[in-house]
């Protein structure tokens, strides 16, 4: 009976131990969630109170304005420059003399032409060799009779050799004087006078709309069509068009010993065969311009770390 007795004391006082046990547990854990609790509000307030000031740290500036403080690289910065850049290489390609191939053989080219034309057409006229008996006097030569249709036939010719047309009133001029070498010779000495400056174009607008722009230094590049030679005109006065060419040809033949007609035949045919020797190569040109372009290096500012840049 006794034994019963104190077994049941026993069990008696187990019971509220485990529920203290359990208690405790539950507070401890109450303690541990209000601290969290507690410190995440107290950073979410702090975080409020913070973020304001280092808002307040970070001034913006507009383009213009003064800064209240000196402004330093915190690390070593490259800014590349892209205007700059641009502006530069802008420059470089305006700045390239425009290319144009010069045939120094066109004015020689048709001083043949004008020869071969010419000797053709008094070939015609010139006399017969005669046979001569040894102590007999030579009798004056006389010019052929050239039937009309061979002299017409002669004389399409001689127009396809020059690349011109004539009237048939234009060449009765250099007929009557069976296409004298004297004829000859003052369309040749024409074309001499206009090919004497560096070079003669089809346009001296067009030439000047290829040249580089605004207050830039003006010229040329002229290159051996088959040399490959060049050299750097400046003078850009000194070149002259078809227009001016085929003047200054007319102002010239005022000065030639001829009648007033053989004169105006004489300078159609120079005017006519008068062409350029200079002709604007594009390619090359724009393959100059990008290579300048390429050569100019990009401006980039550089600041090491700790460089002072605004203040």
Same mark, same amino acid.
């Given at each position: 009976?006794?034994?019963?007795?104190?077994?049941?004391?026993?069990?008696?006082?187990?019971?509220?131990?485990?529920?203290?046990?359990?208690?405790?547990?539950?507070?401890?854990?109450?303690?541990?969630?209000?601290?969290?609790?507690?410190?995440?509000?107290?950073?979410?307030?702090?975080?409020?109170?913070?973020?304001?000031?280092?808002?307040?740290?970070?001034?913006?500036?507009?383009?213009?304005?003064?800064?209240?403080?000196?402004?330093?690289?915190?690390?070593?910065?490259?800014?590349?420059?892209?205007?700059?850049?641009?502006?530069?290489?802008?420059?470089?390609?305006?700045?390239?003399?425009?290319?144009?191939?010069?045939?120094?053989?066109?004015?020689?080219?048709?001083?043949?032409?004008?020869?071969?034309?010419?000797?053709?057409?008094?070939?015609?006229?010139?006399?017969?060799?005669?046979?001569?008996?040894?102590?007999?006097?030579?009798?004056?030569?006389?010019?052929?009779?050239?039937?009309?249709?061979?002299?017409?036939?002669?004389?399409?010719?001689?127009?396809?050799?020059?690349?011109?047309?004539?009237?048939?009133?234009?060449?009765?001029?250099?007929?009557?004087?069976?296409?004298?070498?004297?004829?000859?010779?003052?369309?040749?000495? /024409?074309?001499? &006078?206009?090919?004497? +400056?560096?070079? @003669?174009?089809?346009?001296? *607008? $067009?030439? !000047? =709309?290829? /040249?580089?722009? &605004?207050?830039?230094? +003006?010229?040329? @590049?002229?290159?051996?069509? *088959? $040399?490959? !030679? =060049?050299?750097?005109?400046?003078?850009?006065?000194?070149?002259?068009?078809?227009?001016?060419?085929? *003047?200054?040809? !007319? =102002?010239?033949?005022?000065?030639?010993?001829?009648?007033?007609?053989?004169?105006?035949?004489?300078? *159609?045919?120079?005017?006519?065969?008068?062409?350029?020797?200079?002709?604007?190569?594009?390619?090359?040109?724009?393959?100059?311009?990008?290579?300048?372009?390429?050569?100019?290096?990009?401006?980039?500012?550089?600041?090491?770390?700790?460089?002072?840049?605004?203040?």
């Amino acid at each position: 009976m006794k034994n019963g007795k104190d077994q049941r004391k026993q069990t008696s006082s187990q019971v509220p131990q485990k529920a203290l046990g359990s208690l405790g547990n539950y507070l401890k854990r109450r303690d541990s969630l209000l601290a969290g609790l507690i410190c995440i509000a107290l950073s979410f307030w702090l975080g409020l109170w913070i973020s304001p000031l280092l808002r307040a740290s970070v001034e913006l500036y507009r383009v213009g304005e003064y800064t209240t403080r000196a402004i330093r690289a915190p690390r070593d910065i490259s800014i590349p420059d892209e205007e700059t850049t641009n502006k530069r290489r802008e420059e470089a390609a305006l700045s390239v003399f425009p290319v144009y191939d010069y045939d120094p053989e066109v004015n020689a080219q048709l001083a043949k032409k004008v020869h071969d034309a010419f000797a053709e057409m008094r070939s015609l006229f010139k006399p017969p060799a005669a046979e001569k008996g040894e102590g007999e006097a030579g009798e004056e030569e006389s010019i052929p009779v050239i039937p009309r249709d061979v002299l017409d036939d002669a004389e399409l010719r001689f127009q396809k050799t020059l690349g011109l047309e004539l009237s048939a009133r234009e060449l009765r001029t250099p007929e009557a004087a069976n296409f004298s070498a004297e004829i000859e010779n003052a369309i040749v000495k /024409l074309l001499n &006078g206009i090919y004497s +400056k560096p070079g @003669i174009v089809w346009s001296l *607008k $067009s030439l !000047e =709309e290829t /040249l580089p722009e &605004g207050e830039r230094p +003006k010229g040329v @590049i002229l290159r051996g069509a *088959k $040399s490959g !030679e =060049e050299i750097k005109i400046t003078n850009i006065s000194a070149f002259l068009d078809m227009e001016l060419a085929k *003047k200054k040809i !007319e =102002e010239a033949a005022k000065k030639l010993d001829f009648p007033p007609a053989t004169r105006k035949v004489i300078v *159609k045919i120079a005017t006519g065969l008068a062409r350029p020797n200079l002709t604007y190569n594009l390619s090359e040109t724009e393959k100059r311009r990008e290579a300048a372009v390429e050569a100019v290096q990009p401006v980039v500012f550089r600041f090491a770390k700790n460089q002072l840049i605004i203040g």
